[in-house]
């Protein structure tokens, strides 16, 4: 029977806890789902709380639409992901597109030009790439000659007409080389690339706005080691403009552990709650991840309970975490168990 005048029992009744998830390490690695996920995330509707348990998604990962990468991982989970349930890296930055929409933007990173036409469908109505770059003039990085299928993506667009008004690095660049020249050529040359280069000074006090999306020196895929991600990138144009004038380049960083990223969170996990329950509210967050750098201290600053898993770039055999967590877990099926018996 309904117990409440018509509306669905789940309707009325919030469970007390939420999670938030990380993916690479936690719920796959690599194309790999890891085997305690999909016990795992069962829990979410087989709990002791009358309802489905709210989640959201949220990954340093990205290169690609929301809405894409939520329909590869509904089928990857066996659960639905809706494309408002999945935050990536550089999701937050739909909410900036309009202040560049006329402007000429740099869109670094990903496969071919996924992430040009995810920043395209953001708002940003002149987004180039560094091989649209290549292509307009092939001597700006004579280490490498783009690809067939590169050729086939470019936009035609001549540079030295072009002033790039800021740089989102949207993902992981695929090559740093060239990517770390014409950031330099950017930067150094006051947005027009070829250019003669304007004053250390002049670069600084009126900069070119340069985003990272994701800060991750580190990440966890299906080789057994940790790889580089895009703070390793990061590192290396810094390391590279400092020998070139001395100084490093000031940067917006996004993605865990950024209070940005959290805060753009704790919004879209409210909103999700709102569209299961009917309420605006925000349960008790566990935020499950195995990164101590992004989502354990991002999590810890944001006030949420924290879960380490012992499935992807934490290794307890190292000793122990730089963040400490609420509690660690084996997996993300015990990480979940765990929370929900605490509330159960
Ligand atoms: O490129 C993705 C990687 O940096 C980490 O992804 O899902 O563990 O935040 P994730
Ligand atoms: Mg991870």
């Known amino acids: 029977p309904c117990l409440n005048a018509g509306i669905p029992e789940s309707k009325t009744t919030v469970p007390p806890l939420a999670f938030v998830f990380d993916i690479d390490g936690v719920l796959l690695r690599g194309p790999n789902v890891l085997p305690a996920t999909q016990n795992g995330l069962r829990y979410l509707r087989d709990n002791p709380f009358g309802g489905d348990i709210p989640f959201v998604l949220l990954t340093n990962g990205g290169g690609v639409s929301e809405k894409f990468r939520s329909e590869k991982l509904s089928k990857q989970l066996g659960i639905k992901i809706a494309p408002n349930q999945f935050i990536q890296s550089h999701t937050v930055l739909k909410a900036l597109a309009h202040r560049h929409f006329d402007k000429s933007v740099l869109i670094l990173g990903g ?7 995810v920043a395209e469908e953001y708002g940003f109505k002149k987004a180039y790439t560094t091989a649209d770059v290549l292509a307009w003039n092939p001597s700006v990085w004579p280490f ?6 590169e050729q086939r993506t470019v936009r035609q667009a001549n540079f030295s007409q072009e002033s790039i008004s800021a740089i989102f690095v949207f993902h992981d660049p695929r090559n740093w ?10 930067i150094q040359s006051g947005g027009i690339i070829g250019n003669p280069y304007v004053p250390p000074s002049q670069q600084l006090s009126s900069p070119i706005e340069v985003i990272f999306c994701n800060p991750d020196l580190l990440w966890q895929s299906d080789f057994p080691r940790p790889r580089l991600g895009q703070g390793a990138f990061k590192e290396a144009f810094q390391a590279v403009y400092k020998s070139l004038t001395g100084v490093i380049y000031p940067y917006i960083q996004y993605g865990k552990p950024s209070q940005a990223t959290y805060k753009f969170a704790e919004q879209i996990l409210t909103d999700r709650v709102e569209e299961m329950y009917g309420v605006r509210k925000l349960p008790h967050v566990y935020m499950i991840g195995d990164n101590p750098e992004s989502d354990i201290a991002g999590a810890n600053a ?3 309970s924290s879960v380490l898993v012992h499935t992807g770039v934490y290794d307890p055999h190292q000793g122990p975490p730089t963040h400490q967590p609420t509690f660690e877990a084996e997996h993300v099926e015990q990480a979940i168990r765990s929370a929900i018996n605490l509330w159960a």
């Not at 490498?144 to 299928?149: C, F, K, N, V």
């Not at 080389?177 to 950017?186: E, H, N, R, S």
Request: hydrophobic residues 40%; negative net charge; glycine residues 8%.
């Open 177 to 186: 080389g060239l990517d770390v020249q014409i950031i330099c050529d950017v």
């Open 144 to 149: 490498y000659t783009l690809s067939h299928s």
């Open 111 to 117: 496969q071919l030009d996924a992430a040009q036409k």
């Open 302 to 304: 944001a006030g949420w």
